[in-house]
């Protein structure tokens, strides 16, 4: 069976035999497990025996990593380790990963990623590595098509629209997506296609509202209107559902400063007063406040408004 078509955001790195090391950051941090999953889908098409493994801060921590990697398998001509947060890791963790990278194994791939922007482009001067940091647009873009991907395998018909909804909500992480796939497709078991309306009743706390309404509503400063969507929202959200909330608003303000939508645009005064807030809120829902996630979206919904 022929494998899948390589995402295009990856496409360059797999038309070569497989490097050391990737490294993906910035907008495309939340991509390294579906970079390693298009490497496992490409080698066993070809029928290479490959090992993939997931490693966390307490594996780090508990193997000694350089020996793991250096260690060929019996069973397999690649092993595939994808690695945790670089942001995440003590130090002496990351100086391992660019000692390893000076004379790296050959059996062995690592594949990183690094939320801290700063830090992982430092990194990303490391020996044996290739890097990037795409763009939003591109990392939604992949994720979308890997949805569509796995919903047909599952049987059901995806729209690409829907697909980046889904993508955008789950703040392009493949981790959070391929979670939400399998309930999107389990809810709409047996109708043959997922529209917009299931993935919001499964993954936009049961449906209640449209974060990007929401968005927009705060754009126009639209205070009844406003209000109304996030007391809908916050009955029935849970705490992380307001992290990704801010995550949809933001999208939504980018992608109508690059003057897209239907609405039209935002004056560069509101964009930035707005991003100012989602700032805030992001920072005090990460311990700076003691208030509850919904406490502290609507009071800095409350300074938007007025």
Known sequence: MKPPDP?????DW??????PAYLLYGDGAGLAGLLARAWEGKLRGEGVPIESFRWTIE???????????????????????????????????????KAYLETPE????????????????????????????????????ALARHAVRAAAEGGAK????????????????FDALDAEIGKVLAFAAGRGE?????????????????????????????????LALFRRFAAAAEPDDYHKLNGAVAWFLRSRIQGKGSAGGVTPR?????????????????????????????????????
């Open 158 to 173: 995806l729209t690409r629209e829907s697909a980046l909804f889904l993508a955008r909500w789950v703040g392009v992480s």
């Open 14 to 19: 797999l038309s070569r035999d497989p490097a």
């Open 270 to 306: 509101r964009a930035a007063e707005i991003f100012r807030a989602l700032s805030r809120i992001d920072r005090e829902m990460k311990g700076e406040s003691r208030l509850t996630p919904g406490q502290v979206y609507e009071i800095r919904l409350l300074s938007l408004l007025s």
């Open 59 to 97: 594996d780090l921590a508990r193997e000694s990593p350089t020996a793991a990697w250096r260690s060929p398998s019996f069973f397999s001509r690649l092993r595939i380790f994808t690695l945790p947060d670089l942001a995440e890791m003590k130090k002496v963790h990351r100086d391992e990963i």
């Open 106 to 141: 050959p059996s062995a791939t690592l594949i990183l990623h690094g939320t801290d922007f700063r830090q992982a482009r430092g990194f990303s001067a490391a020996r044996n590595l290739l890097s990037n940091a795409p763009r939003e647009e591109k990392a939604v873009e």
């Open 194 to 226: 997922v529209v917009e309306e299931d993935i919001r009743a499964v993954c936009v706390s049961r449906g209640a509202v449209d974060p990007f309404l929401l968005a927009e509503s705060i754009v126009r400063k639209d205070g009844k209107a406003c």
């Open 7 to 11: 995402p295009p955001i990856f496409r």
